[in-house]
């Protein structure tokens, strides 16, 4: 393939997990333009592709993104960020339908730890480095920094990490809910994928619709965020694979779904 910055390839025991591996270790994975397009286009493949059941996003054990790359970003205006758009593109991702895990190991900072948040779940190395450092530059989070953190973390807490840019630890990330999970670092992926094929088992249309509501209470009151749940909800009994998965626990077998 001519990818330079990223690789990607199916994983799995049914080979029907996609992983993309952010690849630029010289610059400890900045996401500069070249790969944050790789990353996208590789996540909408995957996204496309009927064999894949889930979407893994990792790097390596020593950063899995180290922020926006700050050489690109040094000499851009803010009349040029507006013609360009620039970071416009990362709002693609959050048009995957199917699951996301983000597997971090090593750091995670600004523009590292708005990805690692714009995915579905985070799970962390033990020796994961989560943080917004772009006041210390000066700037602010550009990506979701700001709004996503405190969905997950709290005022407080997201504040502090957002004004002071000091990096959390993975325990910490733990204790305060921005992950899900830690595990030793040589261990990450392959829990990561562990889950990824928990997920995968299950009806694709299913998942979807699960993901799209969970994320519809970012976006919504509770009251209209249980309605939406609920259309949802009723909406599964217009499939094959609700009547098929609810078949299979009465006659105490396996489902077997069609993604239909
Ligand atoms: C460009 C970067 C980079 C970045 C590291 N590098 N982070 N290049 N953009 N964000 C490059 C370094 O310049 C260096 O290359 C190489 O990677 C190794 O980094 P070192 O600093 O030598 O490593 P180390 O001493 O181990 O320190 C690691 C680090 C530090 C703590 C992660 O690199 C660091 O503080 N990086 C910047 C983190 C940051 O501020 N991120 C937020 C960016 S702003 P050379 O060739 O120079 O030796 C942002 C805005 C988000 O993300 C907006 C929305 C996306």
């Known amino acids: 393939s001519n990818l330079e910055y990223i690789i990607t390839k199916k994983v799995g025991e049914k080979n029907n997990i996609g992983l993309v591996q952010l690849n630029r270790p010289k610059a400890l994975n900045a996401l500069c333009d070249g790969l944050v397009t790789e990353l996208t286009e590789a996540v909408s493949a995957y996204d496309a592709d009927d064999k894949v059941g889930a979407i893994i996003v990792t790097g390596s054990e020593r950063a899995f993104a180290a922020g926006a790359d700050i050489k690109e970003m040094l000499n851009q205006t803010y009349s040029s960020n507006l013609k360009t758009g ?11 339908k199917k699951p996301i895990i983000a597997a971090v190991n090593g750091f995670a900072l600004g523009g590292g730890c708005e990805l690692a948040m714009m995915c579905d779940i985070i799970y962390a190395g033990e020796k994961a480095k989560f943080g917004q450092p772009e006041i210390i530059i000066g700037t602010i989070p550009g990506a979701g920094g700001t709004q996503r953190m405190i969905r997950s973390c709290g005022k407080s807490f997201a504040m502090e990490v957002c004004l002071s840019g000091n990096q959390i630890t993975a325990q910490e990330a733990l204790m305060r809910g921005l ?24 009806s694709p249309l299913i998942v979807a619709l699960c993901k799209e509501s969970v994320n519809h209470a970012y976006e919504s009151t509770l009251s209209q965020g249980l309605k939406f749940e609920k259309k949802l909800f009723y909406g599964t009994f217009a499939t094959d694979d609700r009547k098929e998965g609810m078949a299979a626990f009465v006659e105490k077998r396996k489902p077997n779904f069609t993604n239909n």
């Open 86 to 96: 620039l970071l416009q593109q990362w709002d693609n991702l959050s048009k995957c």
């Open 179 to 202: 992950v899900s999970k830690v595990f030793p670092p040589e261990k990450l992926v392959e829990e990561a994928i562990k889950l990824a094929e928990k997920i995968s088992e299950h």
